[in-house]
């Protein structure tokens, strides 16, 4: 299986931004294919943004406009740029692996 590990999550306030990392040990066994969700304490698992090579992206309507999700092919990397944060995008944030691969998650927090 592919290893799948989720960094840059943090507590800041309402507005600010943060960029999320997620490494895979090879992206090609995620046929290229890389997903973020999140999900709050005790909520369901709720689907973010995806990515598919070479350019093709999806966003959740609660995000769009202001996460951007893109790749680095040669750092078997994907990330999420999350700006203008409010605290309803408070949770523990997912990666996905197409195939059924998900990370541990990092937590995000944003007060108001």
């Known amino acids: 299986q592919v290893a799948v590990a989720e960094s840059g999550g943090d507590s800041v306030q309402a507005g600010g931004s943060l960029r999320l990392s997620c490494v895979v040990s090879?992206?090609?066994?995620?046929?290229?294919?890389m997903r973020w969700y999140r999900q709050r304490p005790g909520g369901e698992r709720q689907f973010v943004s995806r990515?598919?090579?070479?350019?093709?992206?999806t966003y959740a309507d609660s995000v769009k406009g202001r996460f951007i999700i893109s790749e680095d092919m040669a750092k078997n990397t994907i990330y999420l740029q999350m700006n203008n944060l409010n605290p309803e995008d408070t949770a523990m944030y997912l990666c996905?692996?197409?195939?059924?691969?998900w990370g541990q998650g990092t937590q995000v927090t944003i007060s108001s």
């Open positions: 996905y692996c197409r195939g059924g691969n």
């Open positions: 090879r992206f090609s066994f995620c046929r290229y294919d």
């Open positions: 990515f598919i090579a070479p350019t093709t992206t």
